[in-house]
């Protein structure tokens, strides 16, 4: 069989377009090229693929389709930014390594923070924005979330391997255990700041739940070093505990700066607001602990 490819079009005598054609035979090796009525032309004249995708129009029309500015199904809604944009993103990975000392110091051991739970802010040209996780501790980044996500997977594996348990399915169970576990912290907390009227981003609740791993880890770390079940179960409690804390005072600082309960008029209904926020918060430390003590005893 012979293979056909396409060539460029070719103008006869009679003013007329008419398509060249490279005839390749595959089994002598040998081509021919010829048109119909215009004999002769040479493989030179045959279409060619690098020149095809190095036309500026070709990669105009390529970059066009992959702006979002023109092509309206990369973009989140019309009219909007896509869903996560690259630069929101970069922020949350902006941190450094006294930052992931510090952040995890406060995870572990939340009663030391003495000073403010605020976030920081700084005055630029486009109003007042949040400082990057490396230079306040009380930002949230994606960044250890991440790490400590695959961490407390590796590490569930690996004393499995140690007891004569692990298997393949495995990873892919612990992995849906901790997915798991972080869509429905996520989707709780939406919620309650959804009906309290209290603003917050999606990517921020997803690294405040999933700091849950670095605690659970730090458990089972420890249940490890003493192979002991009761120091395990003893300090999944506390580091539920202290998960739950951290959550509870950057939480509470998160509701009263978006001025929960203005506008929702005065005496009973403010004092009926702030019973809402005190419940909300204790579920979540009550969520936490019980999510800490979930994905810990999977061992």
């Given amino acids: ?46 279409f060619n693929v690098p020149d095809f995708l190095s036309n500026p129009m070709v990669m105009g029309a390529a970059n066009a389709m992959l702006n979002p500015a023109y092509n309206p199904y990369l973009r989140g809604l019309p009219g909007r930014s896509s869903w996560v944009p690259l630069e929101t993103l970069r922020y949350y990975f902006q941190v450094s390594n006294s930052y992931v000392l510090n952040k995890v110091s406060l995870l572990l051991f939340p009663f030391s923070q003495k000073g403010s739970w605020n976030r920081q802010m700084v005055r630029t040209n486009d109003g007042e924005q949040y400082l990057e996780p490396r230079n306040d501790v009380n930002a949230p980044d994606l960044y ?59 990517c921020d609740l997803t690294a405040y739940c999933g700091y849950a791993f670095v605690n659970v880890c730090a458990a089972l770390a420890v249940g490890f070093v003493t192979d002991s079940s009761l120091v395990l179960i003893l300090g999944l409690l506390y580091f539920g505990v202290c998960s739950g804390i951290f959550l509870l005072k950057t939480l509470r600082v998160l509701l009263l700066n978006s001025g929960m309960g203005v506008g929702m008029g005065v005496g009973g209904a403010l004092q009926g607001a702030h019973s809402v926020r ?11 602990v019980a999510v800490v003590c979930f994905l810990g005893l999977s061992v």
Avoid at 278 to 288: A, K
């Fill in 1 to 46: 069989l012979a293979s056909v490819t396409v060539g460029i079009v070719h103008q006869s005598a009679s003013g007329m377009q008419q398509p060249a054609f490279e005839w390749i035979d595959t089994n002598s090796g040998g081509s021919a090229s010829g048109s119909a009525g215009a004999p002769g032309v040479t493989a030179a004249a045959a």
């Fill in 144 to 202: 250890i979330p991440a790490m400590s996500f695959f961490t407390y997977i590796l590490m569930v594996c690996f004393i499995l391997g140690t007891q004569s348990k692990f298997t393949p399915e495995a990873l892919g169970l612990m992995f849906s255990k901790g997915l798991f576990a972080m869509i429905i912290m996520v989707l709780f907390m939406k919620g309650g700041f959804y009906f309290q009227n209290a603003p917050i981003s999606v």
């Fill in 278 to 288: 005190r419940y909300f918060l204790l579920l979540v430390v009550v969520l936490q």
